[in-house]
């Protein structure tokens, strides 16, 4: 199994931006898919992103054109750029691994490793 760590939380204004950051253990991190997910006060956890092995990304529309995610496998270490944040962004973060290549990377029971979460909050 492999343990993830996210950082770079924080509160920030509508508008602004943020880095997420999540380390990996293990030497196998390039074979992993990454996911980030969130989760906001009584809602479901929610797909945000995803990173395959192969670098190919999706977006949940949410967020698609103001967020990104990338990889440095040298660094065992998944990103999430967050731009133009919006009010409705604030949510626990989740960075995930899974070993699943088909096409419901969005659904949650894909990933097997969970990090602790990250909170970000966005002020109006």
């Known amino acids: 199994q492999v343990q993830l760590v996210e950082s770079g939380g924080g509160l920030v204004q509508t508008g602004g931006s943020l880095r997420l950051s999540c380390a990996a253990s293990g030497r196998t991190f390039s074979s992993y898919t990454m996911g980030w997910f969130r989760q906001a006060p009584g809602k479901e956890r929610e797909f945000v992103a995803v990173?395959?092995?192969?670098?190919?990304?999706f977006y949940a529309d949410s967020v698609k054109g103001r967020f990104t995610i990338s990889r440095d496998n040298a660094k065992n270490t998944v990103a999430l750029q967050m731009n133009s944040l919006k009010p409705e962004d604030t949510a626990v973060y989740y960075c995930?691994?899974?070993?699943?290549?088909?096409?419901?990377?969005?659904?949650?029971?894909?990933?097997?490793?969970w990090g602790q979460g990250t909170q970000v909050t966005v002020s109006s």
């Open positions: 990173i395959r092995t192969g670098r190919s990304t």
């Open positions: 995930a691994a899974g070993d699943y290549g088909g096409q419901y990377y969005y659904r949650a029971d894909k990933y097997f490793s």
